[in-house]
């Protein structure tokens, strides 16, 4: 089914329509994913978390969510290079392209991470 219930076909990028093993319901994507930008936004506003752990929160919410078929980590990764842009700041993380970790090792740490906050332990990688 397309958007809004219509017999359409969805958008090809648009929001995932079918169910996989991992994420939300597809019925739910569009809902948590607005809840989480909006979580996301009175987080910045009222400082509630350091900067580490701000960044964190959507992105696991965004790996939760699993609001696309293929490019949730790429979304994810391109949010968090957003956030320091926005926020003017160096979060540590650069995917291989710099002289920090090599990218395999930086993506296993925040998949640890992630893991961890699927457990409820939400701390920075």
Known sequence: MGPRGSSEPPPPYGYR???LSIGVDPAEVSV????LIDDARTWLEYETYPVQGLAVRPSHGITRIHPLKNVDGRLSRLFLDLLEL???VDLG???GAGPGLPYQEEKRSCVRAL?????GDIHPW
């Open 17 to 19: 329509c079918t169910e």
């Open 115 to 119: 893991q961890a906050a699927d457990r």
């Open 32 to 35: 948590q994913t607005r809840s």
């Open 93 to 95: 993380l650069d995917w």
């Open 86 to 88: 926005s926020l003017d």
